[in-house]
């Protein structure tokens, strides 16, 4: 069973462009969810995914925006980078909605706005 | 909203030594409670997960956890650190908003253990 990949490990970017990250989620699980980790900090949700549709948002402006594809992969975009977007982003995989399923992480994908 | 505080940034224990990890949670409703760890440069990893039933609820690695609900707190604890165990330890919550479940994560302790 293959676990949560994101891509890429690392990122530098300038401020005022854009990124993209990508997350595969585990097998069988169709809820995604992707959260950031600033430095020193917990994680902050950012929006969930659940069969592609956009299932739930955190306090992010709309230049955070995201997709989920019909295997359920996922990806998270940023426009107009700030300096204050650089942080470490996490995808999280999960089967359906319940609030007590396990949310399994991935390994991040760290981005660092210049 | 619900929130999570987790209490003291940075513990630092003797190996072998008993491991306390602090974490106490705001909610209007039951809550799901998690721990998770997370090492340098890697994603969290779930400890122990409480929803309902034993409020002991054991979890890998030797740690376990007990919800308290007249103490709105979540404590985790482990009987004898491991030097394998320094890392950064993360209390959440998950939170529900219409059909979406978010967690709720406080701001982490970080453990250190002395040789």
């Known amino acids: 069973?293959?676990?949560?990949?994101?891509?890429?490990?690392?990122?530098?970017?300038?401020?005022g462009q854009q990124v993209t990250l990508?997350?595969?989620?585990?097998?069988?699980?169709?809820?995604?969810?992707?959260?950031?980790?600033?430095?020193?900090?917990?994680?902050?949700?950012?929006?969930q995914y659940y069969r592609e549709e956009e299932n739930g948002r955190g306090n992010f402006p709309p230049r955070f925006s995201g997709l989920q594809f019909p295997n359920y992969s996922s990806?998270?975009?940023?426009?107009?980078?700030?300096?204050?977007?650089?942080?470490?982003?996490?995808?999280?995989s999960s089967l359906g909605l319940a609030g007590n399923n396990e949310q399994f992480f991935g390994p991040g994908t760290r981005l660092t706005v210049l | 909203a619900q929130s999570v505080t987790q209490l003291g940034?940075?513990?630092?224990?003797?190996?072998?030594?008993?491991?306390?990890?602090r974490c106490n949670y705001s909610s209007s409703?039951?809550?799901y409670l998690f721990w998770y760890v997370q090492y340098p440069n890697q994603g969290l990893q779930l400890l122990l997960k409480y929803t309902t039933g034993a409020t002991l609820v054991k979890g890998i690695n030797g740690f376990e956890a007990e919800f308290k609900k007249s103490?709105?707190?979540f404590h985790l604890t482990k009987p004898s650190a491991h030097m394998s165990d320094a890392a950064e330890y993360f209390c959440a919550v998950s939170d529900r908003e219409d059909s979406s479940y978010k967690?709720?994560?406080?701001s982490g302790t970080r453990l250190l253990v002395r040789p």
């Open chain 2, 71 to 73: 103490e709105t707190s």
């Open chain 1, 1 to 15: 069973e293959t676990g949560v990949t994101q891509s890429p490990t690392h990122l530098i970017k300038t401020r």
């Open chain 2, 103 to 106: 967690l709720i994560f406080g």
């Open chain 1, 75 to 92: 990806e998270l975009n940023v426009n107009a980078l700030e300096l204050d977007d650089s942080a470490l982003y996490l995808c999280a």
């Open chain 2, 9 to 21: 940034s940075h513990v630092s224990v003797s190996e072998g030594a008993l491991v306390l990890l």
């Open chain 2, 29 to 31: 409703v039951p809550p």
């Open chain 1, 22 to 47: 990508r997350c595969s989620s585990q097998s069988g699980h169709n809820t995604v969810s992707w959260y950031q980790q600033a430095l020193g900090q917990g994680p902050q949700f950012i929006f």
